[in-house]
């Protein structure tokens, strides 16, 4: 209940966002999904709350993330997994982020730890990519945009690509494991969902 507080608290006070283009670097092309229901603008679909690293690396574990995979991590913020996911699994990994300072200070230390060529921050809308060509999509949203993504994961996803899932479930799908982690380190509890296309 504190984690889901303070992400709607995050959300009461986050300011509207204009679109960016998305980075030169990406290369999904744009996806034909329906922009975001009324209710949702002007409102930041993931607001920025950091997954803690303890929690990074369970993710990534249970995802069974191996070398050159492909990995998306849907609202990134500030590249932490991505940047895990490319430094300690060697896996070709891709941030979607909107807004412009975290997905710009993301690419800096993208470039700062010498990963630009196996790490990349897409500055651009979630719900307006391509997810076909990825092993492995990792999301820490809302679970209102969690509604929103699903469709699209659900008609993109290739066959026996993995989604994994920090706090908030995805309705309707079945996740073939579910981990709570009682404490990581600061005394907040998590919950980890992974489901299997």
Request: hydrophobic content about 40%; aromatic content about 8%.
């Amino acid at each position: 209940m504190f984690v889901y507080a303070l992400v709607l608290a995050l959300m009461a006070f986050s300011g509207r966002q204009t679109e960016p283009q998305q980075s030169a670097e990406s290369t999904p092309a744009p996806s034909t999904a329906p922009e975001a229901p009324a209710e949702y603008l002007g409102i930041s679909l993931a607001p920025f709350l950091p997954t803690p690293d303890t929690i990074v690396t369970r993710m990534l574990e249970l995802a069974h993330l191996k070398a050159a995979e492909k990995l998306c991590d849907i609202g990134s913020g500030d590249g932490r997994i991505v940047i895990a996911a490319a430094r300690e699994y060697h896996a070709d990994a891709t941030g979607v982020e909107l807004d412009d300072k975290l997905a710009r200070e993301s690419e800096e230390k993208i470039r700062k730890l010498g990963l630009s060529q196996t790490a990349r921050i897409i500055h651009g809308d979630m719900l307006k990519q391509r997810y076909s060509q990825y092993d492995v999509i990792t999301v820490y949203l809302l679970p209102e945009t969690n509604d929103l993504i699903q469709p699209i994961l659900e008609r993109e996803l290739k066959k026996g690509a993995r989604v994994v899932a920090h706090d908030f479930e995805f309705r309707n799908w079945r996740p073939t494991t579910t981990e709570t982690i009682e404490d990581d380190g600061t005394g907040r509890s998590h919950t980890i969902f992974l489901y299997q296309r």
